[in-house]
Nanobody
Framework: VQLQASGGGLVQAGGSLRLSCSAS????????MAWYRQAPGQERELVAS???????TYANSAKGRFTISRDNFGDAVYLQMNSLKPEDTAVYYC?????????WGQGTQVTVSS
């Protein structure tokens, strides 16, 4: 499995970013996908997930502001983040489970300034 995340950056509070993750070496449409994040000094936490059939779940902190989606033709998963807050600052990771193990992309930094 290879996961390549992109789209992070520096944005002011209230702004938006769209993260992208391209997947390769898997039958993408059959995999549940997720976005996690890890802020400095904190544990990695689940932000949002999307199942192979398109069902979505969100962390309470993401509900109403973030939207996860997938493109099974392009083998990609996205995270649209609106109304960003300084507490959303973290490294965001694309992830899936393959062969019973959670796999991670390299992460993309999101920094929200106040």
């Amino acid at each position: 499995v290879q996961l390549q995340a992109s789209g992070g950056g520096l944005v002011q509070a209230g702004g938006s970013l769209r993260l992208s993750c391209s997947a390769s070496r898997i039958m993408f449409r059959a995999y549940d996908m997720a976005w996690y994040r890890q802020a400095p000094g904190q544990e990695r936490e689940l932000v949002a997930s999307i199942s192979s059939d398109g069902g979505t779940t969100y962390a309470n902190s993401a509900k109403g502001r973030f939207t996860i989606s997938r493109d099974n033709f392009g083998d990609a998963v996205y995270l649209q983040m609106n109304s960003l807050k300084p507490e959303d600052t973290a490294v965001y990771y694309c992830s899936t489970v393959d062969c019973g193990r959670r796999r991670w992309g390299q992460g993309t930094q999101v920094t929200v300034s106040s």
